[in-house]
């Protein structure tokens, strides 16, 4: 396998195409995105949505949609999801269809059994749009070391509101106070970082307001330095995975988002020993 790190010197990029690898090939890319949060596939390839399951799945389980009512207009196979506003044969956008940037966040961040890797394929229509990734492994090792000790021990509850970082119809505005994660996290391959999709979060475990907003303003100022910034301009064919624990994403506003289609799937590391 041909890959480089990006000079960065955390995005591992990939010139080889995705399909031309072994099984042993595909389960390094996914130690090496466990490690280094970011991988992309650089060459520009047309792979069908079967064949991009086919390869997820050597990976780990991929997520399956539960309410088939509201899947039918985003999915294209049940397992990968249309992320667009290109419309279906029902007059139907697909998710996140809105122009308006996809505001910084991790899927699914109050679910403690979501999966941890999102598979991106730029199907078409991609050209002049952007999407960008905080390695949040990066952000805790710069932490000072005197806010490393001050955070060690808080837990953090998260949630959706509508608009805060994206205007979807299809989640609900909720709050999840019952499960609590680790501000500071070590992985399976064993990373720490944080995790703090910051625009998700909605309080401390037993912080109160004004503590909590003190570090929350904190942690957003560090982390949005730009030194802990992959900017990804893509083109047509690419695949880019990240790893949803310590990285966090946001897709910036695209006027265009009518013609442009990414497909995603969302995955475990079941078949990786770590």
Not at 178 to 192: H, Q, Y
Not at 207 to 225: A, G, P, T, V
Not at 235 to 241: A, E, K, P, S, T
Request: charged share 25%.
């Amino acid at each position: 396998m041909n890959y480089n790190l990006h000079e960065n010197g955390w995005t591992v990029i990939v010139e080889d195409d995705i399909r031309d690898l072994s099984v042993e090939d595909i389960l390094n890319v996914a130690k090496l995105l466990s490690e280094q949060t970011v991988v992309v596939f650089n060459k520009q390839i047309d792979i069908s949505p079967e064949n991009q399951l086919e390869i997820a799945y050597l990976i780990g389980d991929v997520m399956k949609q539960k309410n088939k009512s509201r899947s039918n207009p985003i999915n294209l196979i049940d397992g990968v999801i249309r992320v667009t506003g290109k419309k279906n044969d029902k007059g139907e956008p697909g998710l996140f269809g809105h122009t308006s940037a996809l505001d910084w966040h991790a899927n699914q961040a109050s679910n403690k059994k979501r999966d941890p890797i999102v598979w991106m394929y730029g199907a078409e229509g991609m050209e002049g749009s952007r999407t960008s990734f905080i390695n949040m492994v990066n952000v805790y090792e710069n932490l000072p070391n005197d806010f490393k000790e001050e955070i060690k021990d808080i837990q953090c509850y998260f949630g959706y509101e509508a608009g805060k970082y994206s205007t979807t119809p299809y989640f609900r505005d909720h709050v999840n106070k019952d499960n609590v994660f680790d501000l500071v996290m070590k992985t399976a391959s064993g990373k720490v970082g944080l995790y703090y999709p910051f625009l998700q979060v909605f309080g401390m475990h037993n912080i109160d307001d004004e503590k909590f907003k003190s570090i929350h303003n904190r942690l957003i100022e560090h982390i949005l330095d730009e030194q802990h910034t992959y900017h990804h301009d893509w083109v047509n064919g690419q695949i880019l995975l990240s790893d949803q624990w310590l990285s966090l994403h946001k897709r910036w506003e695209f006027d265009k988002m009518e013609e442009r289609v990414l497909h995603r799937i969302a995955l475990n590391y079941k078949n990786l020993n770590f």
